[in-house]
């Protein structure tokens, strides 16, 4: 049997205390709310991957980025790994780049996230929050 991993990338970026989330469109966690992110291609750093991701979802240019945490899989059978990228700044205006992907783009207050939050994105802002690196 041959096991893949699979790294996925979010972008994390905080306004006055409000993180970013789309409201998710596709069939894999449609009707949730997650960071703007996707997976890490061949040959592309993880801060690379989250700008990429980033600029083709949002339309926002991240300026200046950090890794700021990286979480277990969950559940640990499917090995896909998130890595959080904090945006520290960014220029651009938050628009629908993808509307088949996602609805919408809010700012949610960082103490008062929505309850339907898409797994991966749950975890990365766990870790966030708890300014971990790594959430087990």
Do not use: K, N
Request: charged content about 20%; overall charge negative.
């Amino acid at each position: 049997m041959t096991t893949q991993v699979r790294v996925g990338v979010q972008a994390i970026v905080v306004r006055e205390g409000h993180v970013l989330l789309g409201l998710r469109a596709t069939t894999f966690g449609a009707g949730t709310w997650g960071l703007p992110g996707g997976h890490l291609d061949v040959g592309e750093s993880l801060i690379e991957a989250a700008r990429r991701e980033l600029r083709e979802e949002t339309g926002l240019h991240a300026l200046e980025a950090r890794v700021v945490c990286v979480t277990d899989p969950e559940p640990a059978a499917h090995h896909h790994m998130q890595v959080g990228v904090e945006v520290l700044r960014h220029r651009g205006a938050v628009l629908v780049h993808e509307p088949e992907r996602c609805l919408c783009w809010h700012y949610w207050p960082l103490d008062a996230l929505p309850q339907a939050l898409f797994l991966p994105s749950a975890a990365v802002l766990r870790a966030f929050v708890r300014g971990s690196l790594h959430l087990p």
